[in-house]
């Protein structure tokens, strides 16, 4: 029995769906079937159907009428069903379907009293259940005029029609029913791109909505506005967002979602001014856009201004004069960035513009909500694009203009060491000239001049291979070995799994730790021998450079009344601690260590310095 049941449900929805398959893909059954009508035309608000029934031949054809509507025209409409009759008289309540106008009454006859029922979109809009369909506005074959008429009282206030293109339709409730419960497949197809619309329309709302939270750049608001706004101009009947906002359609409701359009526009400006840089990049074209902005914020709160005192022309003019502006500076913004556009993210202006154009004009001329969907989908699409791009090229110059600090920052640490070694060079060249020792004063001279040259020649790199780097410190060392008459001995070594002639260290590094294990280690030496080690090495990501010395150690060197106390305190330490943690050293740059034998007396420092490996 169960099992019957429910084959008996099952056979009963297919052969609905089949009914509403059929019935909906009909012209008859999404629409009706079309009704003839006539019209008198009268601004006399005070006018009563009863006056015009005393004589109806003041109602002429739809086609008599040669002028466009205007908002304070009041238009009767007298519809003829008598050729449907038949058809009425198998049911008793029908649907007169139309497009709404702002101003609608539609009139009864109750027994011979005639009874008004105010329907209007901005007075009392019929409820839908269909997303889709405006139901329609029920009557009965009893309520007919003369067993034939319907009456209906309208004013067109939002834009101007020909009457000649009115269409009144009439459908039976069975049908009705059926075509708010079932999708056609051209239902499905006018639903689809507009929820594609509204997924991409509300992804990009939140997503410049959060980069503008995260880095404060203003034309990521503009665009989260842009976006949210297309979203409530486009949507309102699919999402009831009239109901949701207003409790209903109505004219607060329509003010509010016309002023949008207006909004769109301004903000796709202020957009534009901030993505390109106008200000700076291009100032005649910024100043156009400032001059559009302020336009549109006169236009924004002139309209809601007509709109809210009832100036239903004004309002159509002051709209087709921003279009027709709006159309114009498009038109050739978009030439002028083509042509004196620095870069590409002009290029996605134009593109974008040119999406959001055509769909725009393909609404306002075709009538179809459709083509301005598609351009404002793919509009949005090219900015995302835009926006990345432009993200990507600004992260790009940052790490350009990083790494220039961080190259002038290493140059200026530098230079703080080569004054350094130059004044202790000179002071030594004066030191043996002040002894009278010629022969030994030129020949440090001459050293040193091949030294400084080299130096100079070197000032513009950051980096030098390890040779060069070990040929300045040799150099140097035989510098200061005369400067000293051979106080001491020196060796520097490179392990055989490190080229010397291919890796690369930052210039000059090693010179103050090798000046410092001289002057403050070896020399203060009494007996001999009085050794300087420098050792090279590495491991996978790192270079090893060993600066080892026999000398008196570090505390020994820091006692008061040493011979070499009153030096003046070298920087150079401090200065290349800088420089290596500049290269992106995280543990400890460089390691000393105080050398000490069995009996705890120090018997030299050795300094490791680390170095990445480039």
Not at 324 to 345: C, D, Q
Not at 462 to 475: A, G, H, P, S
Request: hydrophobic share 45%; proline share 3%; with cysteine.
């Amino acid at each position: 029995m169960r099992r019957t049941n429910k084959n008996i449900i099952l056979i009963q929805m297919l052969l609905w769906s089949m009914i509403a398959f059929t019935q909906s893909n009909t012209m008859f059954s999404r629409a009706g079937k079309t009704l003839p009508f006539k019209l008198y035309k009268t601004e006399d608000s005070n006018l009563k159907l009863q006056d015009l029934l005393k004589d109806t031949s003041r109602f002429k054809s739809p086609d008599a009428f040669s002028e466009k509507t205007k908002p304070e025209d009041i238009y009767w409409v007298q519809i003829d069903v008598k050729d449907e009759l038949s058809t009425l008289s198998k049911d008793s309540i029908w649907y007169l379907r139309y497009r709404l106008f702002e101003y609608t009454s539609i009139f009864y006859n109750k027994n011979g009293i005639v009874d008004e029922n105010i329907i209007g979109s901005f007075e009392n809009r019929p409820k839908q259940r269909s997303i889709l369909f405006f139901p329609g506005i029920p009557f009965s074959p009893e309520n007919l005029f003369e067993d034939r008429y319907i009456y209906l009282k309208v004013q067109r206030c939002i834009f101007f029609s020909n009457t000649s293109d009115w269409k009144f339709l009439y459908i039976s409730q069975n049908q009705m029913e059926l075509i708010q419960r079932f999708y056609s497949k051209r239902d499905i197809n006018r639903l689809v791109p507009i929820h594609l619309f509204t997924g991409i329309c509300l992804v990009m709302f939140l997503f410049t909505l959060m980069f503008f939270i995260y880095s404060k750049r203003i034309e990521f608001f503009y665009y989260a506005l842009y976006t949210l706004f297309l979203f409530l101009y486009l949507t309102p009947d699919i999402f009831k967002l009239h109901d949701l906002f207003f409790g209903g359609y109505g004219l607060a409701s329509y003010t509010f979602f016309q002023v949008t359009q207006v909004a769109i526009n301004l903000c796709y400006i202020l957009f534009v001014m901030y993505y390109l840089n106008t200000k700076t990049e291009y100032p005649k074209l910024h100043i156009a856009l400032k001059a559009i902005a302020y336009m549109l914020v006169v236009v924004l709160v002139a309209d809601a201004v007509f709109l809210g005192t009832k100036q239903f022309t004004l309002h159509i003019y002051i709209l087709d004069i921003e279009r027709l502006i709006m159309s114009v500076f498009g038109l050739a913004g978009m030439i002028y960035l083509l042509f004196k556009g620095k870069n590409k993210l002009a290029y996605f202006v134009v593109i974008g513009s040119f999406l959001y154009m055509a769909g725009a004009l393909g609404f306002l001329f075709l009538g179809g909500r459709i083509y301005m969907i598609a351009g404002s989908a793919f509009e949005i699409l090219i900015f995302a694009a835009g926006l990345t791009y432009k993200i990507q090229q600004e992260y790009k110059e940052k790490l350009q203009f990083q790494q220039e600090a961080f190259l002038n920052k290493t140059k200026a640490l530098r230079a703080q060491i080569n004054p350094h070694f130059i004044f202790n060079s000179l002071s030594s060249i004066q030191h043996l000239v002040t002894k009278n020792d010629k022969v030994s004063a030129l020949k440090y001279l001459s050293k040193f001049s091949r030294l400084t040259r080299n130096i100079l020649e070197s000032s513009i790199e950051t980096n030098v291979v390890l040779n060069d780097e070990i040929k300045m410190l040799k150099d140097y060392l035989e510098l200061e070995s005369l400067r000293f008459d051979n106080a001491f001995n020196y060796d520097i070594s490179v392990d055989e799994d490190l080229d010397e002639y291919s890796v690369e260290i930052p210039f000059m590094l090693l010179q103050p730790f090798v000046e410092n294990a001289i002057i403050h280690g070896l020399l203060p030496k009494t007996d001999d021998p009085k050794a300087l080690k420098i050792q090279f090495s590495k491991d996978d990501t790192l270079i090893f450079c060993e600066v080892d010395d026999n000398g008196i150690g570090r505390k020994a060197a820091e006692e008061k009344g040493h011979i070499h106390k009153r030096e003046k305190k070298s920087r150079g330490l401090e200065v290349t601690k800088q420089r290596l943690e500049s290269l992106g050293i995280t543990t400890e740059p460089i390691e000393i260590i105080d050398k000490m034998d069995s009996n705890g007396k120090a018997i030299g420092t050795k300094v490791i310095i680390k170095i990445p490996i480039k």
